[in-house]
C-alpha cells in the first residue's frame, strides 16, 4: 500500500458487492448468524486490521510536503472513505476489551455474598454485548455500499392467490395491505393508495401503493415473494370442524427512482378508462375517472382509480408502468450477472413462499432466515414486532454480503490474484 512510484495511489479495496445476490435459502452459514460472530472471523479482522493500516499510512503521508496536489486530492478522498471505518473499528476494540474485563470480573464473583454484584455485572454485560452487536453493524454498514435504490420510494403491489378455503386469501390480503400501511405510519413514510379491488366478501383481490420517505426500498425490499397463511376460517363448515385452511398471496415492491429513465412511445399504449370500484368517495362510480393502460410490446397493464380526476390517474399508472418496465430491465442485467447463484429476493421471485403467517399456532416463520416470532397480531399491527423482523433480515444480509467477499478474496488470493 501507498504512493505508486508514478505518484499513483494504489489502495486495498473495501467491500465491493457489485456481483453479489443474496442467498438466505439453503446456504446460510451457521458460524455467521450475527453481527459479532462475524467480527471475530479471522478473515475478518485480517482485512480490518489492513485497512486500518493503511488509514494509517494515509494520515501520515498527507502530513508531507512532497505531494502535488493530484497526489493531495487522491489521499484526501481515501481517507475520507477510511476514516469512518478505522474510528468503528477502534471502538469494538475497546468495546471488546470492556466485555473481556467483565467477563474476568463475573469469573472471580461465585460466592453468595458477591451474588447482587454479579446479577449487576451479567445485566452490564448483556448491554455491553447489545453495544457490540450495533457497533459491527454499524462497521459492515460502512464496509458494503448501499444499494442503488435504497433510498427510493417503492411501489408495493399485494395480490391474493387461489384456494379451495373461499374468502381466506382475500381476508389475508387485505391484513397483509393493512399491515404495510401501518408500518408506513410507523416509519413517518406516506403511503399513497394507487389501485384497491376489494372482494365482495369483505377481502382484498389487488391493491397497489406508493410509498416515499427516508430509505422505503432498504426496508420493504425484502418483502416481495408469496407469503403463506395457515388458519381456521371463521365463517363455513371448516370453522365448525376446526379444520385448517391453506393461503397465499403475493408481495411485489418495485423501487421508483425520482428519476426512471425508462422512454415509452405513446403507439405503444392502449388507454381505457372505467368507473372505479370500491371505496373512494362519492365520485366513485359516477364518473369515468379509472384508467387502465396497457403497454402492447410487453402485455404489462396497470390501473389506477385512486384519484378523481382521470389525468392525475393517467399519470400515476404511467410511472407505475415506467417503473414495471425499469424492473424487467433490471432484472435481466441481473439475471446476466449473476448466472452463477439462483436469484431470489434480488428480483422479487414469486415461485416460493418466503413467510408464512400460522394462526392456530400464534407463529410467524420467516424461511430465509429461520425467524420465528410469536403473536401474529403484533406483526400484522405492522409496527414494533415487523419493523425487528425487517431489521432482522437487513442484518443478516449484511452478514451474507459481507462473508461472500470475504469467500471472493479468499478465492482470488487462492488463485495466485
Known sequence: ???????????????????????????HRENHQDSQALWKHEAVQKHLETLSKEYQQVTHLLN??????????????????????AAAFQEIKEAEREVQELEAMCADLDSRDEKQLLDLALEEKE?????????????????????????????????????????????????????????????????????????????????????????????LKYEGGTHRVQRIPETGMSARMQRIHTGT????VLPQPEEVDVKVDPKDLRIDTFRARGAGGQHVNKTDSAVRIVHLPTG???ECQQERSQQMNKEMALRTLRAKLYQQITEKQLSQE???????LGTRAQSERIRTYNFTQDRVTDHRISYDARNIKEILNGKEALDKLINRLLEVSEIEAVTQYLENLQALEGGGC
Not at 508531507?64 to 493530484?70: C, G, P, Q, T
Open 1 to 27: 500500500v501507498g504512493l505508486h512510484k508514478h505518484g499513483f495511489w494504489r489502495p486495498k479495496p473495501l467491500l465491493d458487492t457489485s456481483g453479489f445476490t443474496l442467498s438466505f435459502n439453503s446456504r
Open 64 to 85: 508531507a510536503d512532497s505531494l502535488n496536489d493530484f497526489e493531495q486530492r487522491t489521499l484526501r478522498r481515501r481517507c475520507a472513505d477510511l476514516s469512518p471505518i
Open 127 to 219: 448491554t455491553l454485548d447489545k453495544k457490540m452487536n450495533m457497533l459491527c453493524r454499524k462497521l459492515f454498514q460502512l464496509l458494503v455500499p448501499k444499494e442503488k435504490y435504497d433510498g427510493s420510494p417503492v411501489i408495493l403491489e399485494v395480490t391474493a392467490g387461489r384456494t379451495t378455503g373461499g374468502d381466506i386469501c382475500q381476508q389475508f390480503t387485505k391484513e397483509m395491505f393493512e399491515m404495510y400501511q401501518n408500518y408506513a405510519d410507523y416509519k413517518r413514510w406516506t403511503f399513497d393508495i394507487v389501485n384497491y379491488t376489494p372482494a365482495e366478501i369483505g377481502g382484498l383481490h389487488h391493491a397497489a401503493a406508493h410509498i416515499s420517505g427516508e430509505n422505503v426500498y432498504q426496508h
Open 249 to 252: 398471496m403475493s408481495v411485489i
Open 300 to 302: 404489462l397493464a396497470v
Open 338 to 344: 449473476q448466472s452463477a447463484r439462483k436469484l431470489q
